[in-house]
C-alpha cells in the first residue's frame, strides 16, 4: 500500500506556514496537517474537480470579451502578459485564451502520454471545440493526475507542474478577468505585511482557528497566510503609525 503523505495543496498553507515560523522561531502550534489519498486530499480533488467543470465556461466569457471588442480593467494582472498597451481591443483575453488552452492542451498530452494512450494528433478547429476537448481528456484522468501524476507531491504554485495547481491558476486568471472573482474583502482589509499590496482576502479554502478565518494574500508572488490576530495586531501597529504622523 502507498504511505499517504501531506497534501501539497492549499489546505495546507496555514500549516507550511506555521511550520516555517516554527523552525525560524521555535514558536510551537496546534495545526494538524490534511493527508493526502495517498498525495493530495479529498478536498483539494473535488475542488479541482469543481474548478475544470467551470473552465469552458469561464473561458467562454473571456471570449466573449474579444468578439465584442472590449478589455477587462484587471488584465495587467494575468499571467498571460497582455495588458492595457494591447495593441487592439479584444487582444487581450484572445491572448488570455490561446495562453491557458495550449497550458491546458499540454498537460491532456502529458497525461495521455504518461498513461500509455498515445501522444494524440495536434489539437485543431475553433477554440471552443479544443477547450471542450482538453476538459473531457483532464476530467477523465483527474483522480490519476492528483495521485500519480509525477509532479502530483509538488505544492500548488505557478512554479510546478502539479496538476491540481494548475487548475486552480487557470481557473483563477480565467475568474480575475471576467470579473467573476469576489472583490469585495480585498477592499476591506489593509495592505499585505509582506509585499505591501492591496491583496489580502479572508480565506475560504483554509480552516477556521477559534472560529476566525485566517488572512491571505491573493498575489500570486506572495501568497503569505496570516491569522486574524496577526493581521489585526498588524493593523493597530499601522494605525498608530499613521496617527503619529499626521
Request: include cysteine; aromatic fraction near 4%.
Amino acid at each position: 500500500m502507498p504511505t499517504a503523505t501531506i497534501c501539497p495543496g492549499p489546505c495546507n498553507t496555514a500549516w507550511r506556514r506555521a511550520e516555517e515560523v516554527a523552525a525560524e522561531t521555535g514558536t510551537e502550534h496546534h495545526i494538524t496537517p490534511a493527508w493526502g489519498q495517498p498525495v493530495q486530499c479529498h478536498g483539494c480533488v473535488e475542488r479541482a474537480r469543481h474548478q475544470l467543470s467551470q473552465l469552458p465556461a469561464l473561458l467562454a466569457a473571456v471570449h466573449l470579451e474579444a468578439t465584442n471588442g472590449s478589455r477587462a480593467p484587471l488584465t495587467a494582472a494575468i499571467r498571460s502578459g497582455a495588458g492595457p498597451d494591447a495593441a487592439f481591443p479584444g487582444q487581450a483575453p484572445l491572448v488570455l485564451n490561446e495562453t491557458l488552452l495550449g497550458e491546458m492542451e499540454e498537460l491532456a498530452t502529458d497525461v495521455l502520454h504518461l498513461r500509455g494512450l498515445g501522444m494524440g494528433s495536434t489539437p485543431t478547429g475553433p477554440a471552443g471545440r479544443r477547450i471542450t476537448g482538453a476538459v473531457q481528456v483532464l476530467e477523465a484522468h483527474l483522480d490519476w493526475m492528483m495521485q500519480h501524476h509525477p509532479a502530483a507531491a509538488e505544492p500548488h504554485d505557478r512554479a510546478n507542474a502539479n496538476p491540481g495547481g494548475q487548475i486552480r491558476s487557470w481557473h483563477a486568471a480565467a475568474q480575475r478577468f471576467v470579473k467573476d472573482h469576489p472583490q469585495r474583502e480585498v477592499q476591506r482589509l489593509g495592505p499585505c505585511p509582506h509585499c505591501k499590496g492591496p491583496y489580502l482576502v479572508q480565506s475560504t479554502d483554509l480552516r477556521l482557528v477559534n472560529d476566525l478565518p485566517y488572512i491571505e494574500c491573493r498575489d500570486p508572488d506572495c501568497r503569505r497566510v496570516f491569522t486574524t490576530p496577526e493581521y489585526t495586531a498588524f493593523m493597530k501597529a499601522l494605525t498608530s503609525a499613521l496617527k503619529a504622523v499626521a
